[in-house]
């Protein structure tokens, strides 16, 4: 689930760059529609570019993953760097500045004690994070 999660960047990156570079070609830029046929009417939209260019970045990481014996701590470690500041920081910022918390109300104080435990339970991940890297390199 946290590979999808923290790949969704990357895909998005990548499809962009190509239709960007490429917006004439029908196999990145076009979008297909299919009827499920034991379904009520559901349409499942396809993009041959998305299902290629997926797929084969799961297999390059699979790849990658089985040559690289610790690679499960590699992406603790950036699992839990990127943890506090993409899904409690900035949601919880941006959530004061919509909707115009003042400072040092019941509210404030609740979301800021949220976001430092985060904080801390990052903090923690990483160090145990680091430890299992080193803790495999040694082995």
Do not use: D, H
């Amino acid at each position: 689930m946290g590979f999808q999660v923290y790949s969704q960047p990357i895909f998005a990156a990548m499809e962009r760059v190509l239709t960007e570079r490429y917006p004439q070609n029908k196999l990145i830029s076009k979008f297909y529609g299919f009827k499920l046929p034991s379904s009520r009417g559901v349409t499942v939209t396809l993009s041959p570019m998305r299902l290629c260019l997926r797929t084969t970045y799961v297999v390059i990481i699979t790849g990658v993953s089985i040559l690289f014996p610790y690679f499960n701590e590699v992406l603790g470690v950036l699992g839990a760097v990127g943890f506090w500041p993409l899904a409690v920081y900035f949601p919880v910022e941006m959530c004061i500045l919509q909707k115009k918390i003042p400072v040092w109300t019941r509210q404030w104080i609740l979301l800021r004690a949220f976001s430092f435990v985060c904080l801390l339970v990052s903090v923690l991940a990483l160090v145990g994070s680091i430890y299992g890297l080193v803790a495999a390199k040694l082995r």
